[in-house]
């Protein structure tokens, strides 16, 4: 089966494609026979109050697995079934007696501080579809395309500290981490290139001198020309959108602040080295650093862990650096006072079937398998779910991503019963039914 192309992806110019997507919308809506002004309106619809939450959480790390992490190798070892489905490690004990991979010597020793579900469950075996799961909470659908997590939490809370809300580490790989349905303006900043690399910079952070100040004032100018068109009307969602992002743009690369979050030489050499000079290391230890800075949501990918075959050999040239930089990147928030107000999410988009097969592999298995979280509000020490005795089902307390991402929403201070306008016509839930997970909650 073709791997979904997460880690693959590709980095359009913020700023052209930002102006030809919304302007393109507007005419396809005009074909439907439907005025600017009328468009308008309906964007302007008044959505039914709903409960606002208080904030646990400032800011979401979600750390990705991309290509489907095994369970048993990982956060639910069967450590005294057979051979065939236990795999080829002999699992750990931590400190909390709960047994995790035996590639996981350093996460065994932060058990206390973390959550793991062992329950998520859903029924998509494709990678495209797993992974829509994970990053939107709603399954994929022929009709809409849904927005990712990152870009929810940019239109409900926007910019801190002239720093873009939402960044993908290193690149928008996968459609499912974009903005669906809503604006561009909602997307996520791409480095563009690798933290890891020597000769590391971010794309579109310039020194106010290298700046194109016509470019940005004629854009600001057409918009502004538009929305003055427009000014007895309702300000739709759309302008106000492209307004900020105008703004955003412009503040995020002309300033010190925002370069400096984006500036790894910064942090000192031993603490480089302590979360690996590799690109596990490098990539979470810059996400600690932007969501210190104040972006609201980093989501980070790491690795392919699509194992048909030869899963040891995989796993031994990937896990030990996850394991390194994960567990360092809890202890780091931690001893900076940051691990209570930030959330840490490890996710991939399913896990592997419970038998090992021919090829010493193990294939797609969506029934069941394992998230992690840690701080923003979550429990220590804690398991929640389970999964049959040679991790094929869940057990107990099944999870679906749409409970995950209510949680998650929870934590940040979002109300995920809420409604969003879709291009101005249908209001869609920003989680369509779920629950809050409150037993993972401290």
Request: glycine share 10%; with cysteine; hydrophobic share 35%.
């Amino acid at each position: 089966m073709k791997m979904h192309p997460l880690c693959q992806g590709n980095h359009n110019d913020l700023m052209a494609g930002q102006s030809r997507r919304d302007f393109l919308q507007i005419g396809a809506i005009a074909g439907l026979g439907l005025t600017l002004p009328e468009m308008m309106r309906l964007q302007a619809i008044e959505m039914p109050k709903v409960e606002s939450f208080k904030p646990v959480a400032d800011s979401v790390i979600h750390i990705y697995l991309p290509g489907g992490m095994a369970q048993h190798e990982s956060w639910d070892p069967k450590p005294f079934a057979s051979p065939d489905y236990r795999g080829p490690y002999s699992p750990i004990k931590g400190v909390t007696g709960e047994y995790v991979g035996e590639k996981f010597q350093n996460i065994s020793k932060i058990l206390d501080k973390i959550t793991i579900i062992r329950s998520m469950t859903h029924g998509e075996a494709a990678h495209e579809r797993g992974t829509h799961n994970m990053f939107t909470g709603y399954r994929p659908s022929p009709a809409i395309k849904f927005p990712s997590f990152g870009s929810i939490i940019s239109h409900e809370q926007g910019s801190r500290n002239n720093l873009p809300p939402y960044v993908v580490v290193p690149n928008v790989s996968a459609p499912e981490q974009q903005s669906g349905y809503m604006s561009s303006a909602y997307g996520p900043f791409a480095l563009g290139s690798d933290p890891a690399d020597k000769n590391f910079t971010v794309r579109d952070l310039l020194a106010p001198k290298d700046i194109d100040l016509k470019r940005f004032d004629r854009r600001r100018s057409l918009l502004g020309a538009v929305d003055e068109h427009f000014r007895t009307i309702e300000k739709s969602d759309a302008l106000s959108a492209m307004d900020s992002f105008y703004q955003a743009a412009y503040g995020l690369i002309s300033s010190q602040q925002a370069r400096e979050a984006f500036n790894l030489n910064a942090e000192p050499d031993k603490l480089r080295d302590e979360y690996g000079r590799n690109t596990a290391g490098q990539r979470f230890l810059l996400a600690r650093r932007l969501v210190e800075a104040g972006v609201r949501m980093v989501s980070v990918t790491y690795g392919g862990w699509d194992h048909h075959s030869n899963i040891k050999s995989a796993f031994d040239g990937q896990a030990p650096n996850f394991d390194v930089a994960f567990s360092r990147l809890i202890k780091d928030l931690e001893d900076r006072g940051m691990l209570g107000r930030t959330l840490v999410m490890v996710s991939s988009e399913f896990g592997r079937t419970p038998k090992i097969n021919g090829t010493n592999g193990r294939d797609h298995w969506p029934r069941v398998f394992s998230v992690a979280l840690a701080g923003g509000g979550i429990k220590k020490g804690h398991v929640y779910g389970s999964s049959d005795a040679l991790g094929g089902e869940p057990d107990t307390n099944p999870v679906g991503p749409e409970d995950l991402a209510k949680t998650m929403y929870r934590l940040i201070g979002i109300n995920a019963d809420k409604r969003i306008v879709a291009d101005g016509v249908r209001p869609i839930d920003i989680v369509n039914g779920g629950r809050i997970l409150n037993e993972v909650i401290a």
